[in-house]
């Protein structure tokens, strides 16, 4: 399978606790983005990385939220003293191209966190 | 700011009927228009997308059309399968120099009954 890969798939966590979630990119994809959905919602955008530099953080990136991307291939997103509103799908996508010009972006499957 | 809203769910058609979803959008710039759909235990898979206005996207049977003038992109299928059971999204991004950001709408759950 050469797609984007996620792990862990799921993640049950008690508050407070400390996180982390690994994403493999389609190899030779430069672009990297986080994504979150919650239940009944549409994703939301998260942060992007070109490469290893990480160009756009959305608001809802807290200070307890930093992802990384150290040598340009797989990313990782760790959330520091979970909430239960923390809750939700993580998925991770990439790209060759921005999708501004409605190039393809590929998502992965998502890790689920549930914060108890 | 921009936005994208769907059709609430969920939708439950028999097979062969004709399906509608209705995305209308609010954009600060000239979007691309998408849809999405992510069947069950699976990931987002691009299903069809347009780029300008009155082009059509379309892809397995489905089609949808960027309209300006309406600000919809309502995505139609002439006969469903029950294999099109899954979670449809409309999504948005700003054609701008550097923007990476997809905007979604919430989902629309569609189950196709035999």
């Known amino acids: 399978d050469t797609g984007v890969s996620q792990d862990p798939r799921h993640k049950i966590t008690k508050r407070g606790q400390n996180v982390t979630f690994r994403c493999d990119p389609i190899?030779?994809?430069?672009?990297l983005y986080w994504y979150r959905q919650t239940l009944g919602q549409g994703p939301e955008f998260l942060t992007y990385?070109?490469?290893?530099?990480?160009?756009?953080k959305s608001r809802l990136l807290s200070d307890r939220f930093s992802a990384e991307r150290p040598k340009g291939s797989f990313s990782t997103l760790e959330i520091q003293r979970t909430e239960q509103g923390d809750s939700a799908m993580y998925l991770c996508?990439?790209?060759?191209?921005?999708?501004?010009?409605?190039?393809?972006?590929?998502f992965g499957e998502g890790s689920w966190l549930t914060v108890v | 700011g921009n936005s994208v809203t769907q059709m609430e769910g969920p939708v439950t058609l028999s097979e062969e009927a004709f399906l509608t979803i209705n995305c209308t959008y609010t954009?600060?710039?000239?979007?691309?228009l998408f849809w999405y759909v992510q069947y069950p235990g699976e990931g987002l898979q691009l299903l069809l997308k347009?780029?300008?206005?009155?082009d059509k996207g379309s892809n397995k049977g489905f089609e949808a059309t960027y309209r300006k003038e309406t600000t919809s992109f309502h995505l139609e299928k002439g006969s469903v399968q029950v294999s099109d059971s899954a979670v449809y999204f409309c999504?948005?991004?700003?054609?701008?120099?550097?923007?990476?950001?997809?905007?979604f709408g919430t989902g629309t759950r569609l189950t196709i009954i035999p």
């Open positions: 996508a990439s790209s060759s191209k921005g999708p501004a010009s409605g190039n393809t972006i590929y």
């Open positions: 190899s030779e994809h430069n672009r």
């Open positions: 990385f070109q490469n290893e530099a990480q160009l756009e």
């Open positions: 954009a600060t710039g000239y979007p691309s």
């Open positions: 347009a780029t300008k206005a009155d």
């Open positions: 999504a948005l991004i700003i054609s701008n120099f550097g923007n990476e950001k997809l905007t």
